[in-house]
């Protein structure tokens, strides 16, 4: 046998010249082998592959839809549509209110105005009566931004939602989105558009506890549904989207939002040609009527379990609708104690002081917050006399300028971004500003227009910052909020705890650092926990542990985060000691306490609302009295309330803190404050000589965030201190407007004369709002 590979035909090359065995000779039939895939090339699927995969993928999706269709039956309606109650517990476990008898009124398709069902059509599913029972696009991205973690969404049609109100649970999850999908589908095939939307609005959630059009046309409007006219329909059709939120009675400070929702349907109904726009252009904002409370939420209870619900919410902790079905057992952080001494220190300080002989006494309301600062908790709130009678609660309303309790943010901004003025000096306690009444803050030696009044238009010359924050002084503050920057002002505010959209936040420019701006007394007691707790923010809460038939509920990480530095934090700290301690200051109500304390005062526009925010090293409490006219809603001045001339933040605020943090922390050490602080600062101030800071200067504070707002290095605002000013007159009534010399220029405005720490701000806000404010 001969073993020559190239002989057997079993490989080897060929000898030269000779063509291979299995290659066939030129011109036979056959087809050349196809190379082999090599390389990368192994790992690209062929399109066999890729062809064989979409079909097996298809009929898995086939046979599933098939699956699911047959599987799934219509189910009797849900346990929701009876809801349960919802028990709400303070934080030692003990009830502190039961709320859920479900309020519901099923009317007949015949019963709702033709306008006010193609306003829900409008706001909810434009093309239902011509559109499958399903919209699976929407459907999947839903799902993908549920599944990535961009927020729950429903993708849902108007048969969807019915399906999900009446027969299923409210919980958004695939499973339950599954069978909503198929139910849905074989509900359309079942029964009438009409009988869907029928259905869809009667057991669909207005707020107010409201289950149905006719229970929502009765709670905002007194009527029934059959009476509601376009612009009423077009209104309950937007609560439908946030029930809570655009309720404008108990949120007037989300008006503009509900407004232009509002806008949006009607908008929608032109387009769909079922509104012509002569009629679109006539139709005007229909204000709702008062709420109802119920009697089980009187005092203080309603105003409580609003916020908490609020905090649910607004934290997607679980959806008005399936919070509003019942069943949820949930423990407050409301402690029974301290929240009692909150109502009596109120009462006592404030209420008990008021007459029905002064016509003046029946527009005062008070909102308190007071929150632990090491946990974040909220432990107190008062929201109003009773929520059967004033249902706005005070403590939670964006409505009111927070005057001079802004100051401390200016100074902590200047601390923590290392500002200097307008000569190149740091800005410290003990820099020194001209504070003279109508003084034009300049920038960049130029005018910016903004020359705000000090109170009774009082010239108070060379002061440094400590003792201009002890008397308040605007002149000073204006000028240093100049030489931080607006927007880091801003960004400081936003990073202690105000809210981002609070209301004239963003467009007060140079007059944000007097309190123009209007975030609610929560919001300036999240601040104020934040300098107590050393510039470490923990989101506040207002809920320890919610349960649903025995399982418990995820609640938000609420983490510690550096807001300012600690050095920025306790130099602001050190100022506000000051503002109760010395005998100068506007804030000394407060030494009744009987603790080591550290706050400010403020007042609001015309004496519309006086402050105060203070806290101990353990408890930060912020309180404010307000002017507001019950038939209306309209902000009143407050001047001669109570018996007292003005009423500013160092009057019954401070007096009501000092009783409160006195009752809440009694039988606890009276610790002092441990502070770190930035060079220039006294460690402990003193009525006439402060005293040198004992800690070694720190370095440069880097910014809580950047700006573009440039350091200034123009010409000198400060000069060398001089003797300490004489004391404050007693203050006056301010009669007069101001002069040329404030009139505004380059966009820096300039505000009207405040009370001793007031802000003074652009005019009246007298704007209508339903009665039972």
């Not at 989207?241 to 108990?250: I, T």
């Not at 409160?660 to 770190?676: K, M, S, V, W």
Request: zero cysteines.
């Amino acid at each position: 046998m001969n073993d020559d590979p190239q002989q057997d035909g079993r490989g080897g090359p060929a000898p030269e010249g000779e063509p291979r065995p299995d290659t066939p000779p030129p011109g036979a039939k056959g087809r050349a082998s196809r190379p082999r895939r090599t390389g990368w090339r192994r790992l690209v699927p062929t399109w066999r592959m890729v062809l064989g995969a979409f079909l097996l993928l298809l009929l898995l999706i086939g046979g599933g839809l098939v699956a699911g269709y047959l599987l799934v039956d219509i189910p009797p309606a849900n346990a929701a549509a009876q809801a349960q109650s919802n028990v709400y517990l303070y934080s030692d476990g003990s009830q502190l209110a039961r709320s859920g008898k479900v309020n519901r009124e099923n009317v007949p398709l015949a019963q709702v105005p033709k306008t006010v069902q193609r306003a829900v059509l409008a706001a909810e599913d434009r093309d239902f009566y011509s559109e499958s029972a399903v919209d699976p696009i929407a459907m999947v991205r839903a799902a993908w931004n549920t599944l990535s973690g961009k927020g729950k969404q429903s993708g849902s049609t108007i048969t969807q939602q019915f399906v999900k109100n009446y027969y299923l649970r409210q919980e958004q999850t695939l499973t339950r989105k599954a069978k909503e999908f198929f139910i849905s589908i074989k509900l359309d095939r079942e029964r009438s558009k009409d009988e869907i939307l029928e259905g869809y609005l009667n057991t669909s959630y207005y707020g107010r506890n409201a289950y149905g059009i006719q229970a929502a046309a009765q709670a905002y409007y007194g009527k029934n549904s059959d009476q509601l006219n376009t612009a009423e329909g077009a209104y309950l059709a937007t609560l439908l989207n946030a029930p809570s939120a655009y309720d404008v009675a108990a949120h007037p400070e989300n008006r503009g939002r509900a407004l232009g929702r509002w806008n949006y349907v009607l908008d929608g109904m032109v387009k769909k040609k079922w509104l012509s726009p002569s009629a679109r252009k006539a139709l005007t904002f229909p204000t709702p009527g008062k709420a109802t409370a119920p009697t089980g939420l009187s005092g203080q209870r309603g105003y409580l379990i609003e916020a908490i619900r609020d905090y649910l919410t607004n934290n997607k902790i679980v959806d008005d609708q399936t919070l509003a079905a019942g069943g949820y057992r949930i423990t407050t952080t409301i402690d029974r104690p301290r929240q009692d001494a909150l109502v009596d220190a109120v009462r006592t300080r404030l209420m008990d002081q008021l007459s029905d002989d002064r016509p003046i006494d029946k527009y005062v309301r008070a909102g308190g917050v007071s929150i632990d600062p090491a946990t974040g908790e909220v432990v107190a709130m008062y929201g109003g006399t009773d929520f059967t009678k004033q249902y706005v609660n005070a403590a939670t309303t964006r409505e009111y300028q927070v005057g001079s309790i802004f100051k401390p943010i200016v100074f902590a901004s200047a601390v923590a971004n290392g500002s200097v003025t307008q000569d190149g000096h740091r800005i410290t306690p003990e820099t020194v500003y001209n504070g003279d009444s109508k003084r034009m803050a300049t920038n960049h030696g130029q005018s910016t227009g903004f020359a705000p009044e000090n109170e009774d238009d009082r010239d108070y010359g060379d002061i440094d910052v400590t003792t201009a924050t002890d008397k308040s002084v605007n002149a000073v503050f204006a000028q240093m909020g100049i030489d931080v920057g607006p927007d880091r002002v801003k960004d400081t505010a936003v990073a202690l705890g105000v809210p981002p959209d609070t209301p004239s936040l963003a467009s007060s420019q140079g007059a944000i650092s007097l309190g123009t701006a209007t975030p609610s007394v929560l919001d300036m007691a999240q601040v104020y926990a934040t300098f107590a707790n050393h510039g470490a923010q923990r989101a506040y809460t207002l809920v320890k542990k919610v349960t649903k038939g025995g399982e418990d509920l995820h609640l938000p990480e609420r983490g510690d985060k550096t807001a300012i530095p600690r050095e920025a934090a306790d130099t602001t700290t050190s100022i506000l000691r000051s503002v109760v301690e010395s005998p100068n200051g506007t804030g000394t109500a407060a030494q009744a306490a009987g603790r080591p304390a550290a706050g400010k005062t403020g007042t609001a526009e015309q004496d519309k609302a006086a402050w105060f925010a203070g806290y101990t090293p353990d408890l930060a409490t912020v309180v404010a009295v307000m002017g507001k006219d019950p038939s209306n809603g309209a902000q009143k001045p407050l001047y001669g309330a109570g018996g007292e001339a003005r009423v500013n933040g160092g009057g019954f605020p401070a007096r009501i803190w000092a009783d409160y943090t006195a009752r809440a922390l009694e039988g606890r050490p009276a610790n002092d404050f441990d502070l770190q602080l930035e060079g220039g600062a006294p460690q402990a101030p003193s009525p006439s000589e402060p005293l040198p800071s004992t800690a070694p200067p720190s370095t440069t504070a880097p910014p809580t965030a950047p700006s573009t707002t440039p350091q200034t290095t123009a010409p000198p605002s400060t000069i060398p201190p001089t003797t300490e000013p004489e004391p404050p007159t007693e203050p006056e009534i301010p009669t007069e407007e101001p002069t040329d010399s404030t009139l505004p220029t380059e966009g820096f405005p300039t505000i009207e004369p405040g009370g001793p720490d007031g802000p003074g701000g652009p005019g009246e806000t007298d704007d209508a709002a339903p009665p039972g404010w």
